[in-house]
């Protein structure tokens, strides 16, 4: 089974406007991470927000926010006010445990906003 | 700039020839991570070092693969005989080693973009 599901390929939304992107995720270790990254065309994996699992409060930085359902196993990236620098590559990932490796990456989520 | 650097940036090679990749972590990371990752795929997990150790390998890393972190510092990466399906970004990441767990967040640097002709 895939440890981590993004069922969107691609989404648009109208710049600043808020957009969810989804995913879910799949384990059974009580501790784990979530985290959210963006890779834009040239590459690099920006990181953008984490979660864990004991966290209480959904994650925020900035534009940014976690919507963190545990009971669902999902961990939606909201983005909000949207700029056209958000078009991008989005990257769902995790991390079991107390393991300091492996990170497992969804599939991807390719956001592009429309002026 | 303190963030991961990897060079070269592209690199275009012919089917069997060798080819090495350099990861400079950010300053004091201890942990060190090399992923790779194909056309409309996620990042896969490659190998992890501790400082100069290299303590786990994935099974994506055949025998014609090989990482070092002879000082704890920088990684290479050596592809022996390259083969077509050796095309693709392969990553770099670091860690501090701090925050232990699955808090401990990876920070990664711009890619290597391979092409094997």
């Known amino acids: 089974a895939q440890k981590i599901t993004q069922t969107q390929p691609g989404m648009f939304v109208q710049e600043k406007e808020a957009v969810t992107l989804d995913c879910t995720y799949d384990t059974s270790d009580p501790s784990y991470g979530l985290f959210w990254y963006k890779q834009p065309s040239s590459g690099e994996m920006i990181f953008l927000i984490y979660q864990g699992s004991y966290d209480q409060q959904n994650a925020t930085e900035g534009r940014y926010s976690l919507n963190f359902q545990k009971a669902r196993k999902s961990a939606n990236l909201v983005i909000s006010a949207s700029q056209l620098g958000d078009s991008a590559m989005y990257f769902c990932a995790m991390r079991e445990g107390r393991r300091a490796n492996n990170l497992f990456f969804g599939t991807g989520t390719r956001l592009t906003v429309i002026p | 700039d303190t963030g991961v650097s990897q060079n070269p940036r592209h690199k275009i090679t012919k089917r069997g020839q060798n080819v090495t990749f350099r990861c400079d972590p950010i300053s004091e990371h201890n942990r060190l991570y090399w992923y790779r990752q194909t056309l409309g795929q996620g990042p896969e997990f490659l190998t992890y070092?501790?400082?100069?150790?290299?303590?786990?390998k994935s099974r994506l890393l055949s025998d014609r693969f090989s990482a070092e972190r002879p000082k704890g510092s920088f990684s290479t990466l050596e592809i022996q005989r390259t083969e077509q399906g050796d095309s693709a970004m392969y990553l770099c990441a670091s860690s501090s080693g701090l925050a232990g767990g699955p808090r401990e967040t990876q920070y990664f640097g711009p890619g290597t973009r391979l092409l094997v002709l």
């Open positions: 070092f501790q400082n100069e150790a290299q303590l786990e």
